[in-house]
């Protein structure tokens, strides 16, 4: 009894012999022809097909998975407006295992992102605003652009930190009426970095060590480079009084002005609205006569915003200074020390939100 196919099989393996006997003797492209129930298929249309499948599966198919996923984004940051009752925008910049030919790209802080980010606080003037934030920084001039344009929005701000926003990102963090942390969530230093591709970026601060170190002895681009951060330095330090200029300390959880009943550097003083059993606080924010505060529950407007401007001073130094390396992490913790009006509170939604951008590298797995 005849098996079903055999025909088909031989007539295959004849063909395929055929054309690779062809092949292995340096015959013409002519002879590449392969007769399967009486259709003839050349060697060329075999590759055109195996082309095909590679361009649809290595251009198309990655499209189509990020259309999913956004389509999948859009509908969770629909979900958190409705929530919050705000205006949410992401600006996320994680490299991402859907690309080209798989092929990740670095993202950071750049003049689109500004243009992007601005369109979007132009539109939503009447509304709250709440920026989920996850970035390792990024170009200086945007980062200034969405800063002051997040700080000049007449409705409340917040800037949402699930992971990380270093250098520019803390800068726009700065900006805000409000810090959403992550408990393990960290922000950085906004020290300037400099340099060229030829010497790489270094912190500005490091640049102008060099010049001071060697004086006379240090060549041309040194000179150049440190002149470049002392000037970079005036302008991140400029912006960032100006972006905590009318932001009051946050209180520490005590709440009070100590044992002493002296009045801190905010010149704030304790919850009773007095300032403790010495009285009247000087321009200095410290407490010199008996008696109760002018105002209830500050020790003084002259005092108040004197001491507001000498925490504006230390905030700044320490994030701008290069007292730090630009890569140290600043615990969400940390960040409340320094007064920032940080909130650890953190919306469970936006890590779920966080779970639809896959990452490049896939070295961590574990059953959910």
Same mark, same amino acid.
Do not use: C
């Given at each position: 009894?005849?098996?079903?196919?055999?025909?088909?099989?031989?007539?295959?393996?004849?063909?395929?012999?055929?054309?690779?006997?062809?092949?292995?003797?340096?015959?013409?492209?002519?002879?590449?022809?392969?007769?399967?129930?009486?259709?003839?298929?050349?060697?060329?249309?075999?590759?055109?097909?195996?082309?095909?499948?590679?361009?649809?599966?290595?251009?198309?198919?990655?499209? !189509?998975?990020?259309?999913?996923?956004?389509?999948?984004?859009?509908?969770?940051?629909?979900?958190?407006?409705?929530?919050?009752?705000?205006?949410?925008?992401?600006?996320?910049?994680?490299?991402?295992?859907?690309?080209?030919?798989?092929?990740?790209?670095?993202?950071? =802080?750049?003049?689109?992102?500004?243009?992007?980010?601005?369109? !979007? =606080?132009?539109?939503?003037?009447?509304?709250?605003?709440?920026?989920?934030?996850?970035?390792?920084?990024?170009?200086?001039?945007?980062?200034?652009?969405?800063?002051?344009?997040?700080?000049?929005?007449?409705?409340?701000?917040?800037?949402?930190?699930?992971?990380?926003?270093?250098?520019?990102?803390?800068?726009?963090?700065?900006?805000?009426?409000?810090?959403?942390?992550?408990?393990?969530?960290?922000?950085?230093?906004?020290?300037?970095?400099?340099?060229?591709?030829?010497?790489?970026?270094?912190?500005?601060?490091?640049?102008?060590?060099?010049?001071?170190?060697?004086?006379?002895?240090?060549?041309?681009?040194?000179?150049?480079?440190?002149?470049?951060?002392?000037?970079?330095?005036?302008?991140?330090?400029?912006?960032?009084? %100006?972006?905590?200029?009318?932001?009051?300390?946050?209180?520490?959880?005590?709440?009070?002005?100590?044992?002493?009943?002296?009045?801190?550097?905010?010149?704030?003083?304790?919850?009773?609205? =007095?300032?403790?059993?010495?009285? =009247?606080?000087?321009?200095?924010?410290?407490?010199?006569?008996?008696?109760?505060?002018?105002?209830?529950?500050?020790?003084?407007?002259?005092?108040?915003?004197?001491?507001?401007?000498? !925490?504006?001073?230390?905030?700044?130094?320490?994030?701008?200074?290069?007292?730090?390396?630009?890569?140290?992490?600043?615990?969400?913790?940390?960040?409340?020390?320094?007064?920032?009006?940080?909130?650890?509170?953190?919306?469970?939604?936006?890590?779920?939100?966080?779970?639809?951008?896959?990452?490049?590298?896939?070295?961590? %797995?574990?059953?959910?």
């Amino acid at each position: 009894m005849p098996i079903p196919g055999a025909s088909f099989q031989e007539k295959f393996q004849e063909n395929f012999q055929e054309i690779f006997g062809a092949i292995f003797k340096g015959g013409s492209g002519r002879n590449f022809l392969a007769a399967v129930d009486s259709t003839t298929i050349s060697l060329w249309d075999i590759l055109t097909l195996l082309f095909l499948f590679f361009f649809l599966y290595a251009v198309i198919y990655p499209q !189509w998975q990020l259309k999913v996923i956004r389509m999948q984004r859009q509908a969770r940051l629909k979900g958190m407006e409705k929530r919050w009752g705000s205006k949410v925008l992401t600006m996320i910049h994680r490299r991402e295992s859907i690309s080209m030919f798989g092929i990740p790209a670095y993202q950071f =802080i750049d003049e689109e992102d500004a243009e992007q980010v601005l369109r !979007w =606080i132009r539109a939503s003037r009447k509304y709250p605003l709440d920026l989920i934030l996850h970035t390792p920084g990024g170009q200086l001039h945007a980062s200034i652009q969405i800063a002051r344009a997040l700080k000049k929005h007449p409705k409340k701000t917040r800037v949402i930190i699930p992971h990380y926003s270093m250098s520019g990102g803390t800068m726009i963090a700065l900006a805000a009426d409000e810090i959403v942390m992550d408990k393990d969530a960290v922000i950085g230093p906004i020290d300037p970095q400099i340099g060229d591709f030829v010497r790489g970026l270094y912190p500005a601060p490091s640049w102008i060590y060099a010049a001071d170190t060697k004086k006379e002895k240090a060549d041309d681009s040194t000179l150049v480079m440190s002149d470049i951060s002392r000037k970079s330095l005036k302008l991140t330090r400029k912006v960032a009084k %100006e972006l905590l200029a009318d932001k009051p300390k946050k209180a520490n959880k005590a709440g009070k002005a100590g044992k002493s009943g002296t009045a801190d550097k905010a010149g704030r003083v304790d919850d009773a609205g =007095i300032a403790g059993s010495s009285g =009247i606080a000087d321009s200095s924010g410290a407490v010199n006569e008996p008696g109760i505060a002018d105002n209830p529950g500050m020790a003084g407007k002259a005092g108040y915003d004197q001491g507001r401007d000498i !925490w504006v001073d230390e905030v700044v130094e320490k994030l701008v200074s290069g007292e730090m390396i630009h890569i140290t992490p600043l615990s969400a913790e940390e960040a409340k020390q320094l007064g920032l009006n940080v909130n650890t509170d953190f919306p469970p939604e936006v890590h779920e939100f966080m779970t639809f951008f896959r990452p490049a590298k896939m070295n961590v %797995e574990y059953v959910e």
